[in-house]
């Protein structure tokens, strides 16, 4: 599920405002997060594989990323709405309540139901405040609460700082899809798959900072296939919440990358950059020239 994980990580980054207490992690003298260009025809761009939520004070924009911002013509984002806080909590709110479902305790199987609680109350928060909002908002609630010990916020991402450098530049900002979509991708799974995801999010609740702990030292360094294998630890996610969540995206995605031209900065969760049917190759697919630089 560690992809889903970092679903989470960047759709409710909004709430986690925890400070960082650990010192700064730096990335290696020779190496830095994944860059990649891609090239087709009149398209001569570059894919970055990002982390939504870091803690303060990560060095990650190595010299062959700052090239690579400056020789584009614009930012895009997976949702450029999405630092629009006000309009990410106001959809959630729209699209995650509805009136008069059950106590969250009862949406999952018996044996869960302890789990449920102690995650719930292990986050600060509990199922008198949750119940309210449908499986899959409640999840994204919970997995945000046990997200509050690692240290980490939204404000210290990756995105705020290519929004800004772009902006300082007068560059276009776009985006491949709106927060809805992204949304939408949860608010349409049927009750039995949203249950499912409540579950395996109690399961990863338990070990979230080691999980997250590991994903950033493998992102420093670029190491893709290190964050791969954590999708081969623990649960496998459950196959109709990953053909939403990631591959249906991911196939939409390049239908809004195939018309491009020119040198876009294209910044995608490195979740999006792994697995079945990643970007990558389903743009190499499409005849785009995909190559690591970084």
Same mark, same amino acid.
């Given at each position: 599920?560690?992809?889903?994980?970092? /679903?989470?990580? &960047?759709?409710?980054?909004?709430? $986690?405002?925890?400070?960082?207490?650990?010192?700064?992690?730096?990335?290696?003298?020779?190496?830095?997060?994944?860059?990649?260009?891609?090239?087709?025809?009149?398209?001569?761009?570059?894919?970055?594989?990002?982390?939504?939520? $870091?803690?303060?004070?990560?060095?990650?924009?190595?010299?062959?990323? /700052? +090239?690579?911002?400056?020789?584009?013509? /614009?930012?895009?984002?997976?949702?450029?709405?999405?630092?629009?806080?006000? =309009?990410?909590?106001?959809?959630?709110?729209?699209? %995650?309540?509805?009136?008069?479902?059950?106590?969250?305790?009862?949406?999952?199987? #018996?044996? +869960?139901?302890?789990?449920?609680?102690?995650?719930?109350?292990?986050?600060?928060?509990?199922?008198?405040?949750?119940?309210?909002?449908?499986?899959?908002? &409640?999840? @994204?609630?919970?997995? &945000?609460?046990?997200?509050?010990?690692?240290?980490?916020?939204?404000?210290?991402?990756? +995105?705020?700082? $290519?929004?800004?450098?772009? =902006?300082?530049? *007068? *560059?276009?900002? %776009?985006?491949? +899809?709106?927060?809805?979509?992204?949304?939408? &991708?949860?608010?349409?799974?049927?009750?039995?798959?949203?249950?499912?995801?409540?579950?395996?999010?109690?399961? #990863?609740? *338990?070990?979230? =900072?080691?999980?997250?702990?590991?994903?950033? *030292?493998?992102?420093?360094?670029?190491?893709?296939?290190?964050?791969?294998? #954590?999708?081969?630890?623990? #649960?496998?996610?459950?196959?109709?919440?990953?053909?939403?969540?990631?591959? /249906?995206?991911?196939?939409?995605?390049?239908?809004?990358?195939?018309? @491009?031209?020119?040198?876009?900065?294209?910044?995608?969760?490195?979740?999006?950059?792994?697995?079945?049917?990643? $970007?990558?190759?389903?743009?190499?697919?499409?005849?785009?020239?995909?190559?690591?630089?970084?």
């Amino acid at each position: 599920m560690t992809r889903l994980m970092t /679903r989470f990580l &960047a759709l409710f980054a909004l709430v $986690l405002v925890a400070a960082c207490s650990k010192a700064p992690e730096q990335p290696p003298a020779q190496g830095g997060p994944a860059l990649w260009q891609v090239q087709r025809g009149a398209f001569k761009g570059w894919l970055f594989g990002t982390i939504h939520v $870091l803690p303060k004070g990560v060095a990650w924009d190595t010299p062959a990323i /700052r +090239e690579a911002m400056a020789g584009s013509d /614009r930012l895009i984002l997976e949702a450029a709405d999405l630092q629009d806080e006000q =309009k990410t909590l106001g959809l959630f709110e729209k699209m %995650g309540r509805s009136p008069g479902l059950p106590p969250l305790e009862r949406r999952v199987p #018996e044996e +869960e139901k302890a789990p449920l609680l102690k995650a719930l109350s292990d986050g600060g928060t509990s199922s008198q405040l949750l119940s309210g909002y449908e499986s899959w908002a &409640a999840a @994204m609630l919970l997995s &945000a609460a046990s997200q509050q010990g690692l240290g980490v916020s939204q404000g210290d991402g990756v +995105e705020p700082v $290519l929004i800004d450098a772009f =902006k300082k530049a *007068k *560059k276009p900002i %776009g985006g491949l +899809e709106t927060v809805e979509r992204q949304f939408d &991708a949860f608010d349409t799974l049927p009750e039995a798959a949203q249950s499912r995801l409540l579950v395996q999010t109690i399961h #990863e609740a *338990k070990g979230m =900072k080691a999980l997250y702990d590991r994903i950033l *030292k493998a992102w420093l360094k670029g190491d893709m296939e290190a964050i791969a294998k #954590e999708d081969e630890i623990g #649960e496998q996610p459950d196959p109709m919440v990953e053909e939403a969540v990631l591959v /249906r995206r991911n196939r939409d995605w390049v239908k809004a990358i195939e018309p @491009m031209t020119g040198k876009p900065f294209i910044a995608v969760g490195a979740g999006h950059l792994t697995g079945r049917e990643n $970007l990558i190759d389903l743009l190499e697919a499409r005849g785009f020239t995909v190559t690591r630089v970084q």
